[in-house]
């Protein structure tokens, strides 16, 4: 079964429900041209681990996104690089880590990475 698969690189701009095959565990899709993603992009994912979605053009993402409930771990999110605008519809992020210490969410693990500007 595959469980890893690497799009990083390429020109994909867009993530819709039911693009990844259940089993993966990592996904990397940095250095695209994402801008936008499903909020169940990402769901019924039970294994996933890792998400890499540094370097794309990320100016905003839907908490929901990063849902991890049917998940057997909280996966890890990389989001850094991405041109994000700073507005209320990204508060979320300023206490994604310790939200996730209670379960059903996944971490950023380059959070100091992450920076946004004013629109």
């Known amino acids: 079964n595959l469980t890893s698969i690497d799009a990083s690189f390429n020109k994909i701009d867009t993530l819709d429900r039911n693009m990844f095959l259940t089993g993966l565990t990592h996904i990397y899709l940095n250095n695209n041209n994402i801008n936008n993603i499903s909020s169940s992009a990402f ?11 540094q370097a794309n053009k990320l100016v905003s993402m839907n908490k929901s996104v990063m849902a991890a ?5 909280d ?20 206490t ?11 971490r950023v693990a ?5 920076t946004c500007s004013l629109a």
């Open 69 to 73: 409930e049917n998940t057997e771990a």
């Open 75 to 94: 996966p890890e999110f990389l989001l850094g690089s991405n041109p994000w605008e700073c507005d209320c519809s990204l508060e979320w992020l300023k």
């Open 43 to 53: 769901s019924g994912l039970a294994s996933l681990a890792r998400v890499e979605l």
């Open 96 to 106: 994604v880590n310790t939200a996730s210490s209670d379960g059903g969410h996944a």
């Open 110 to 114: 380059d959070i100091a990475s992450v």
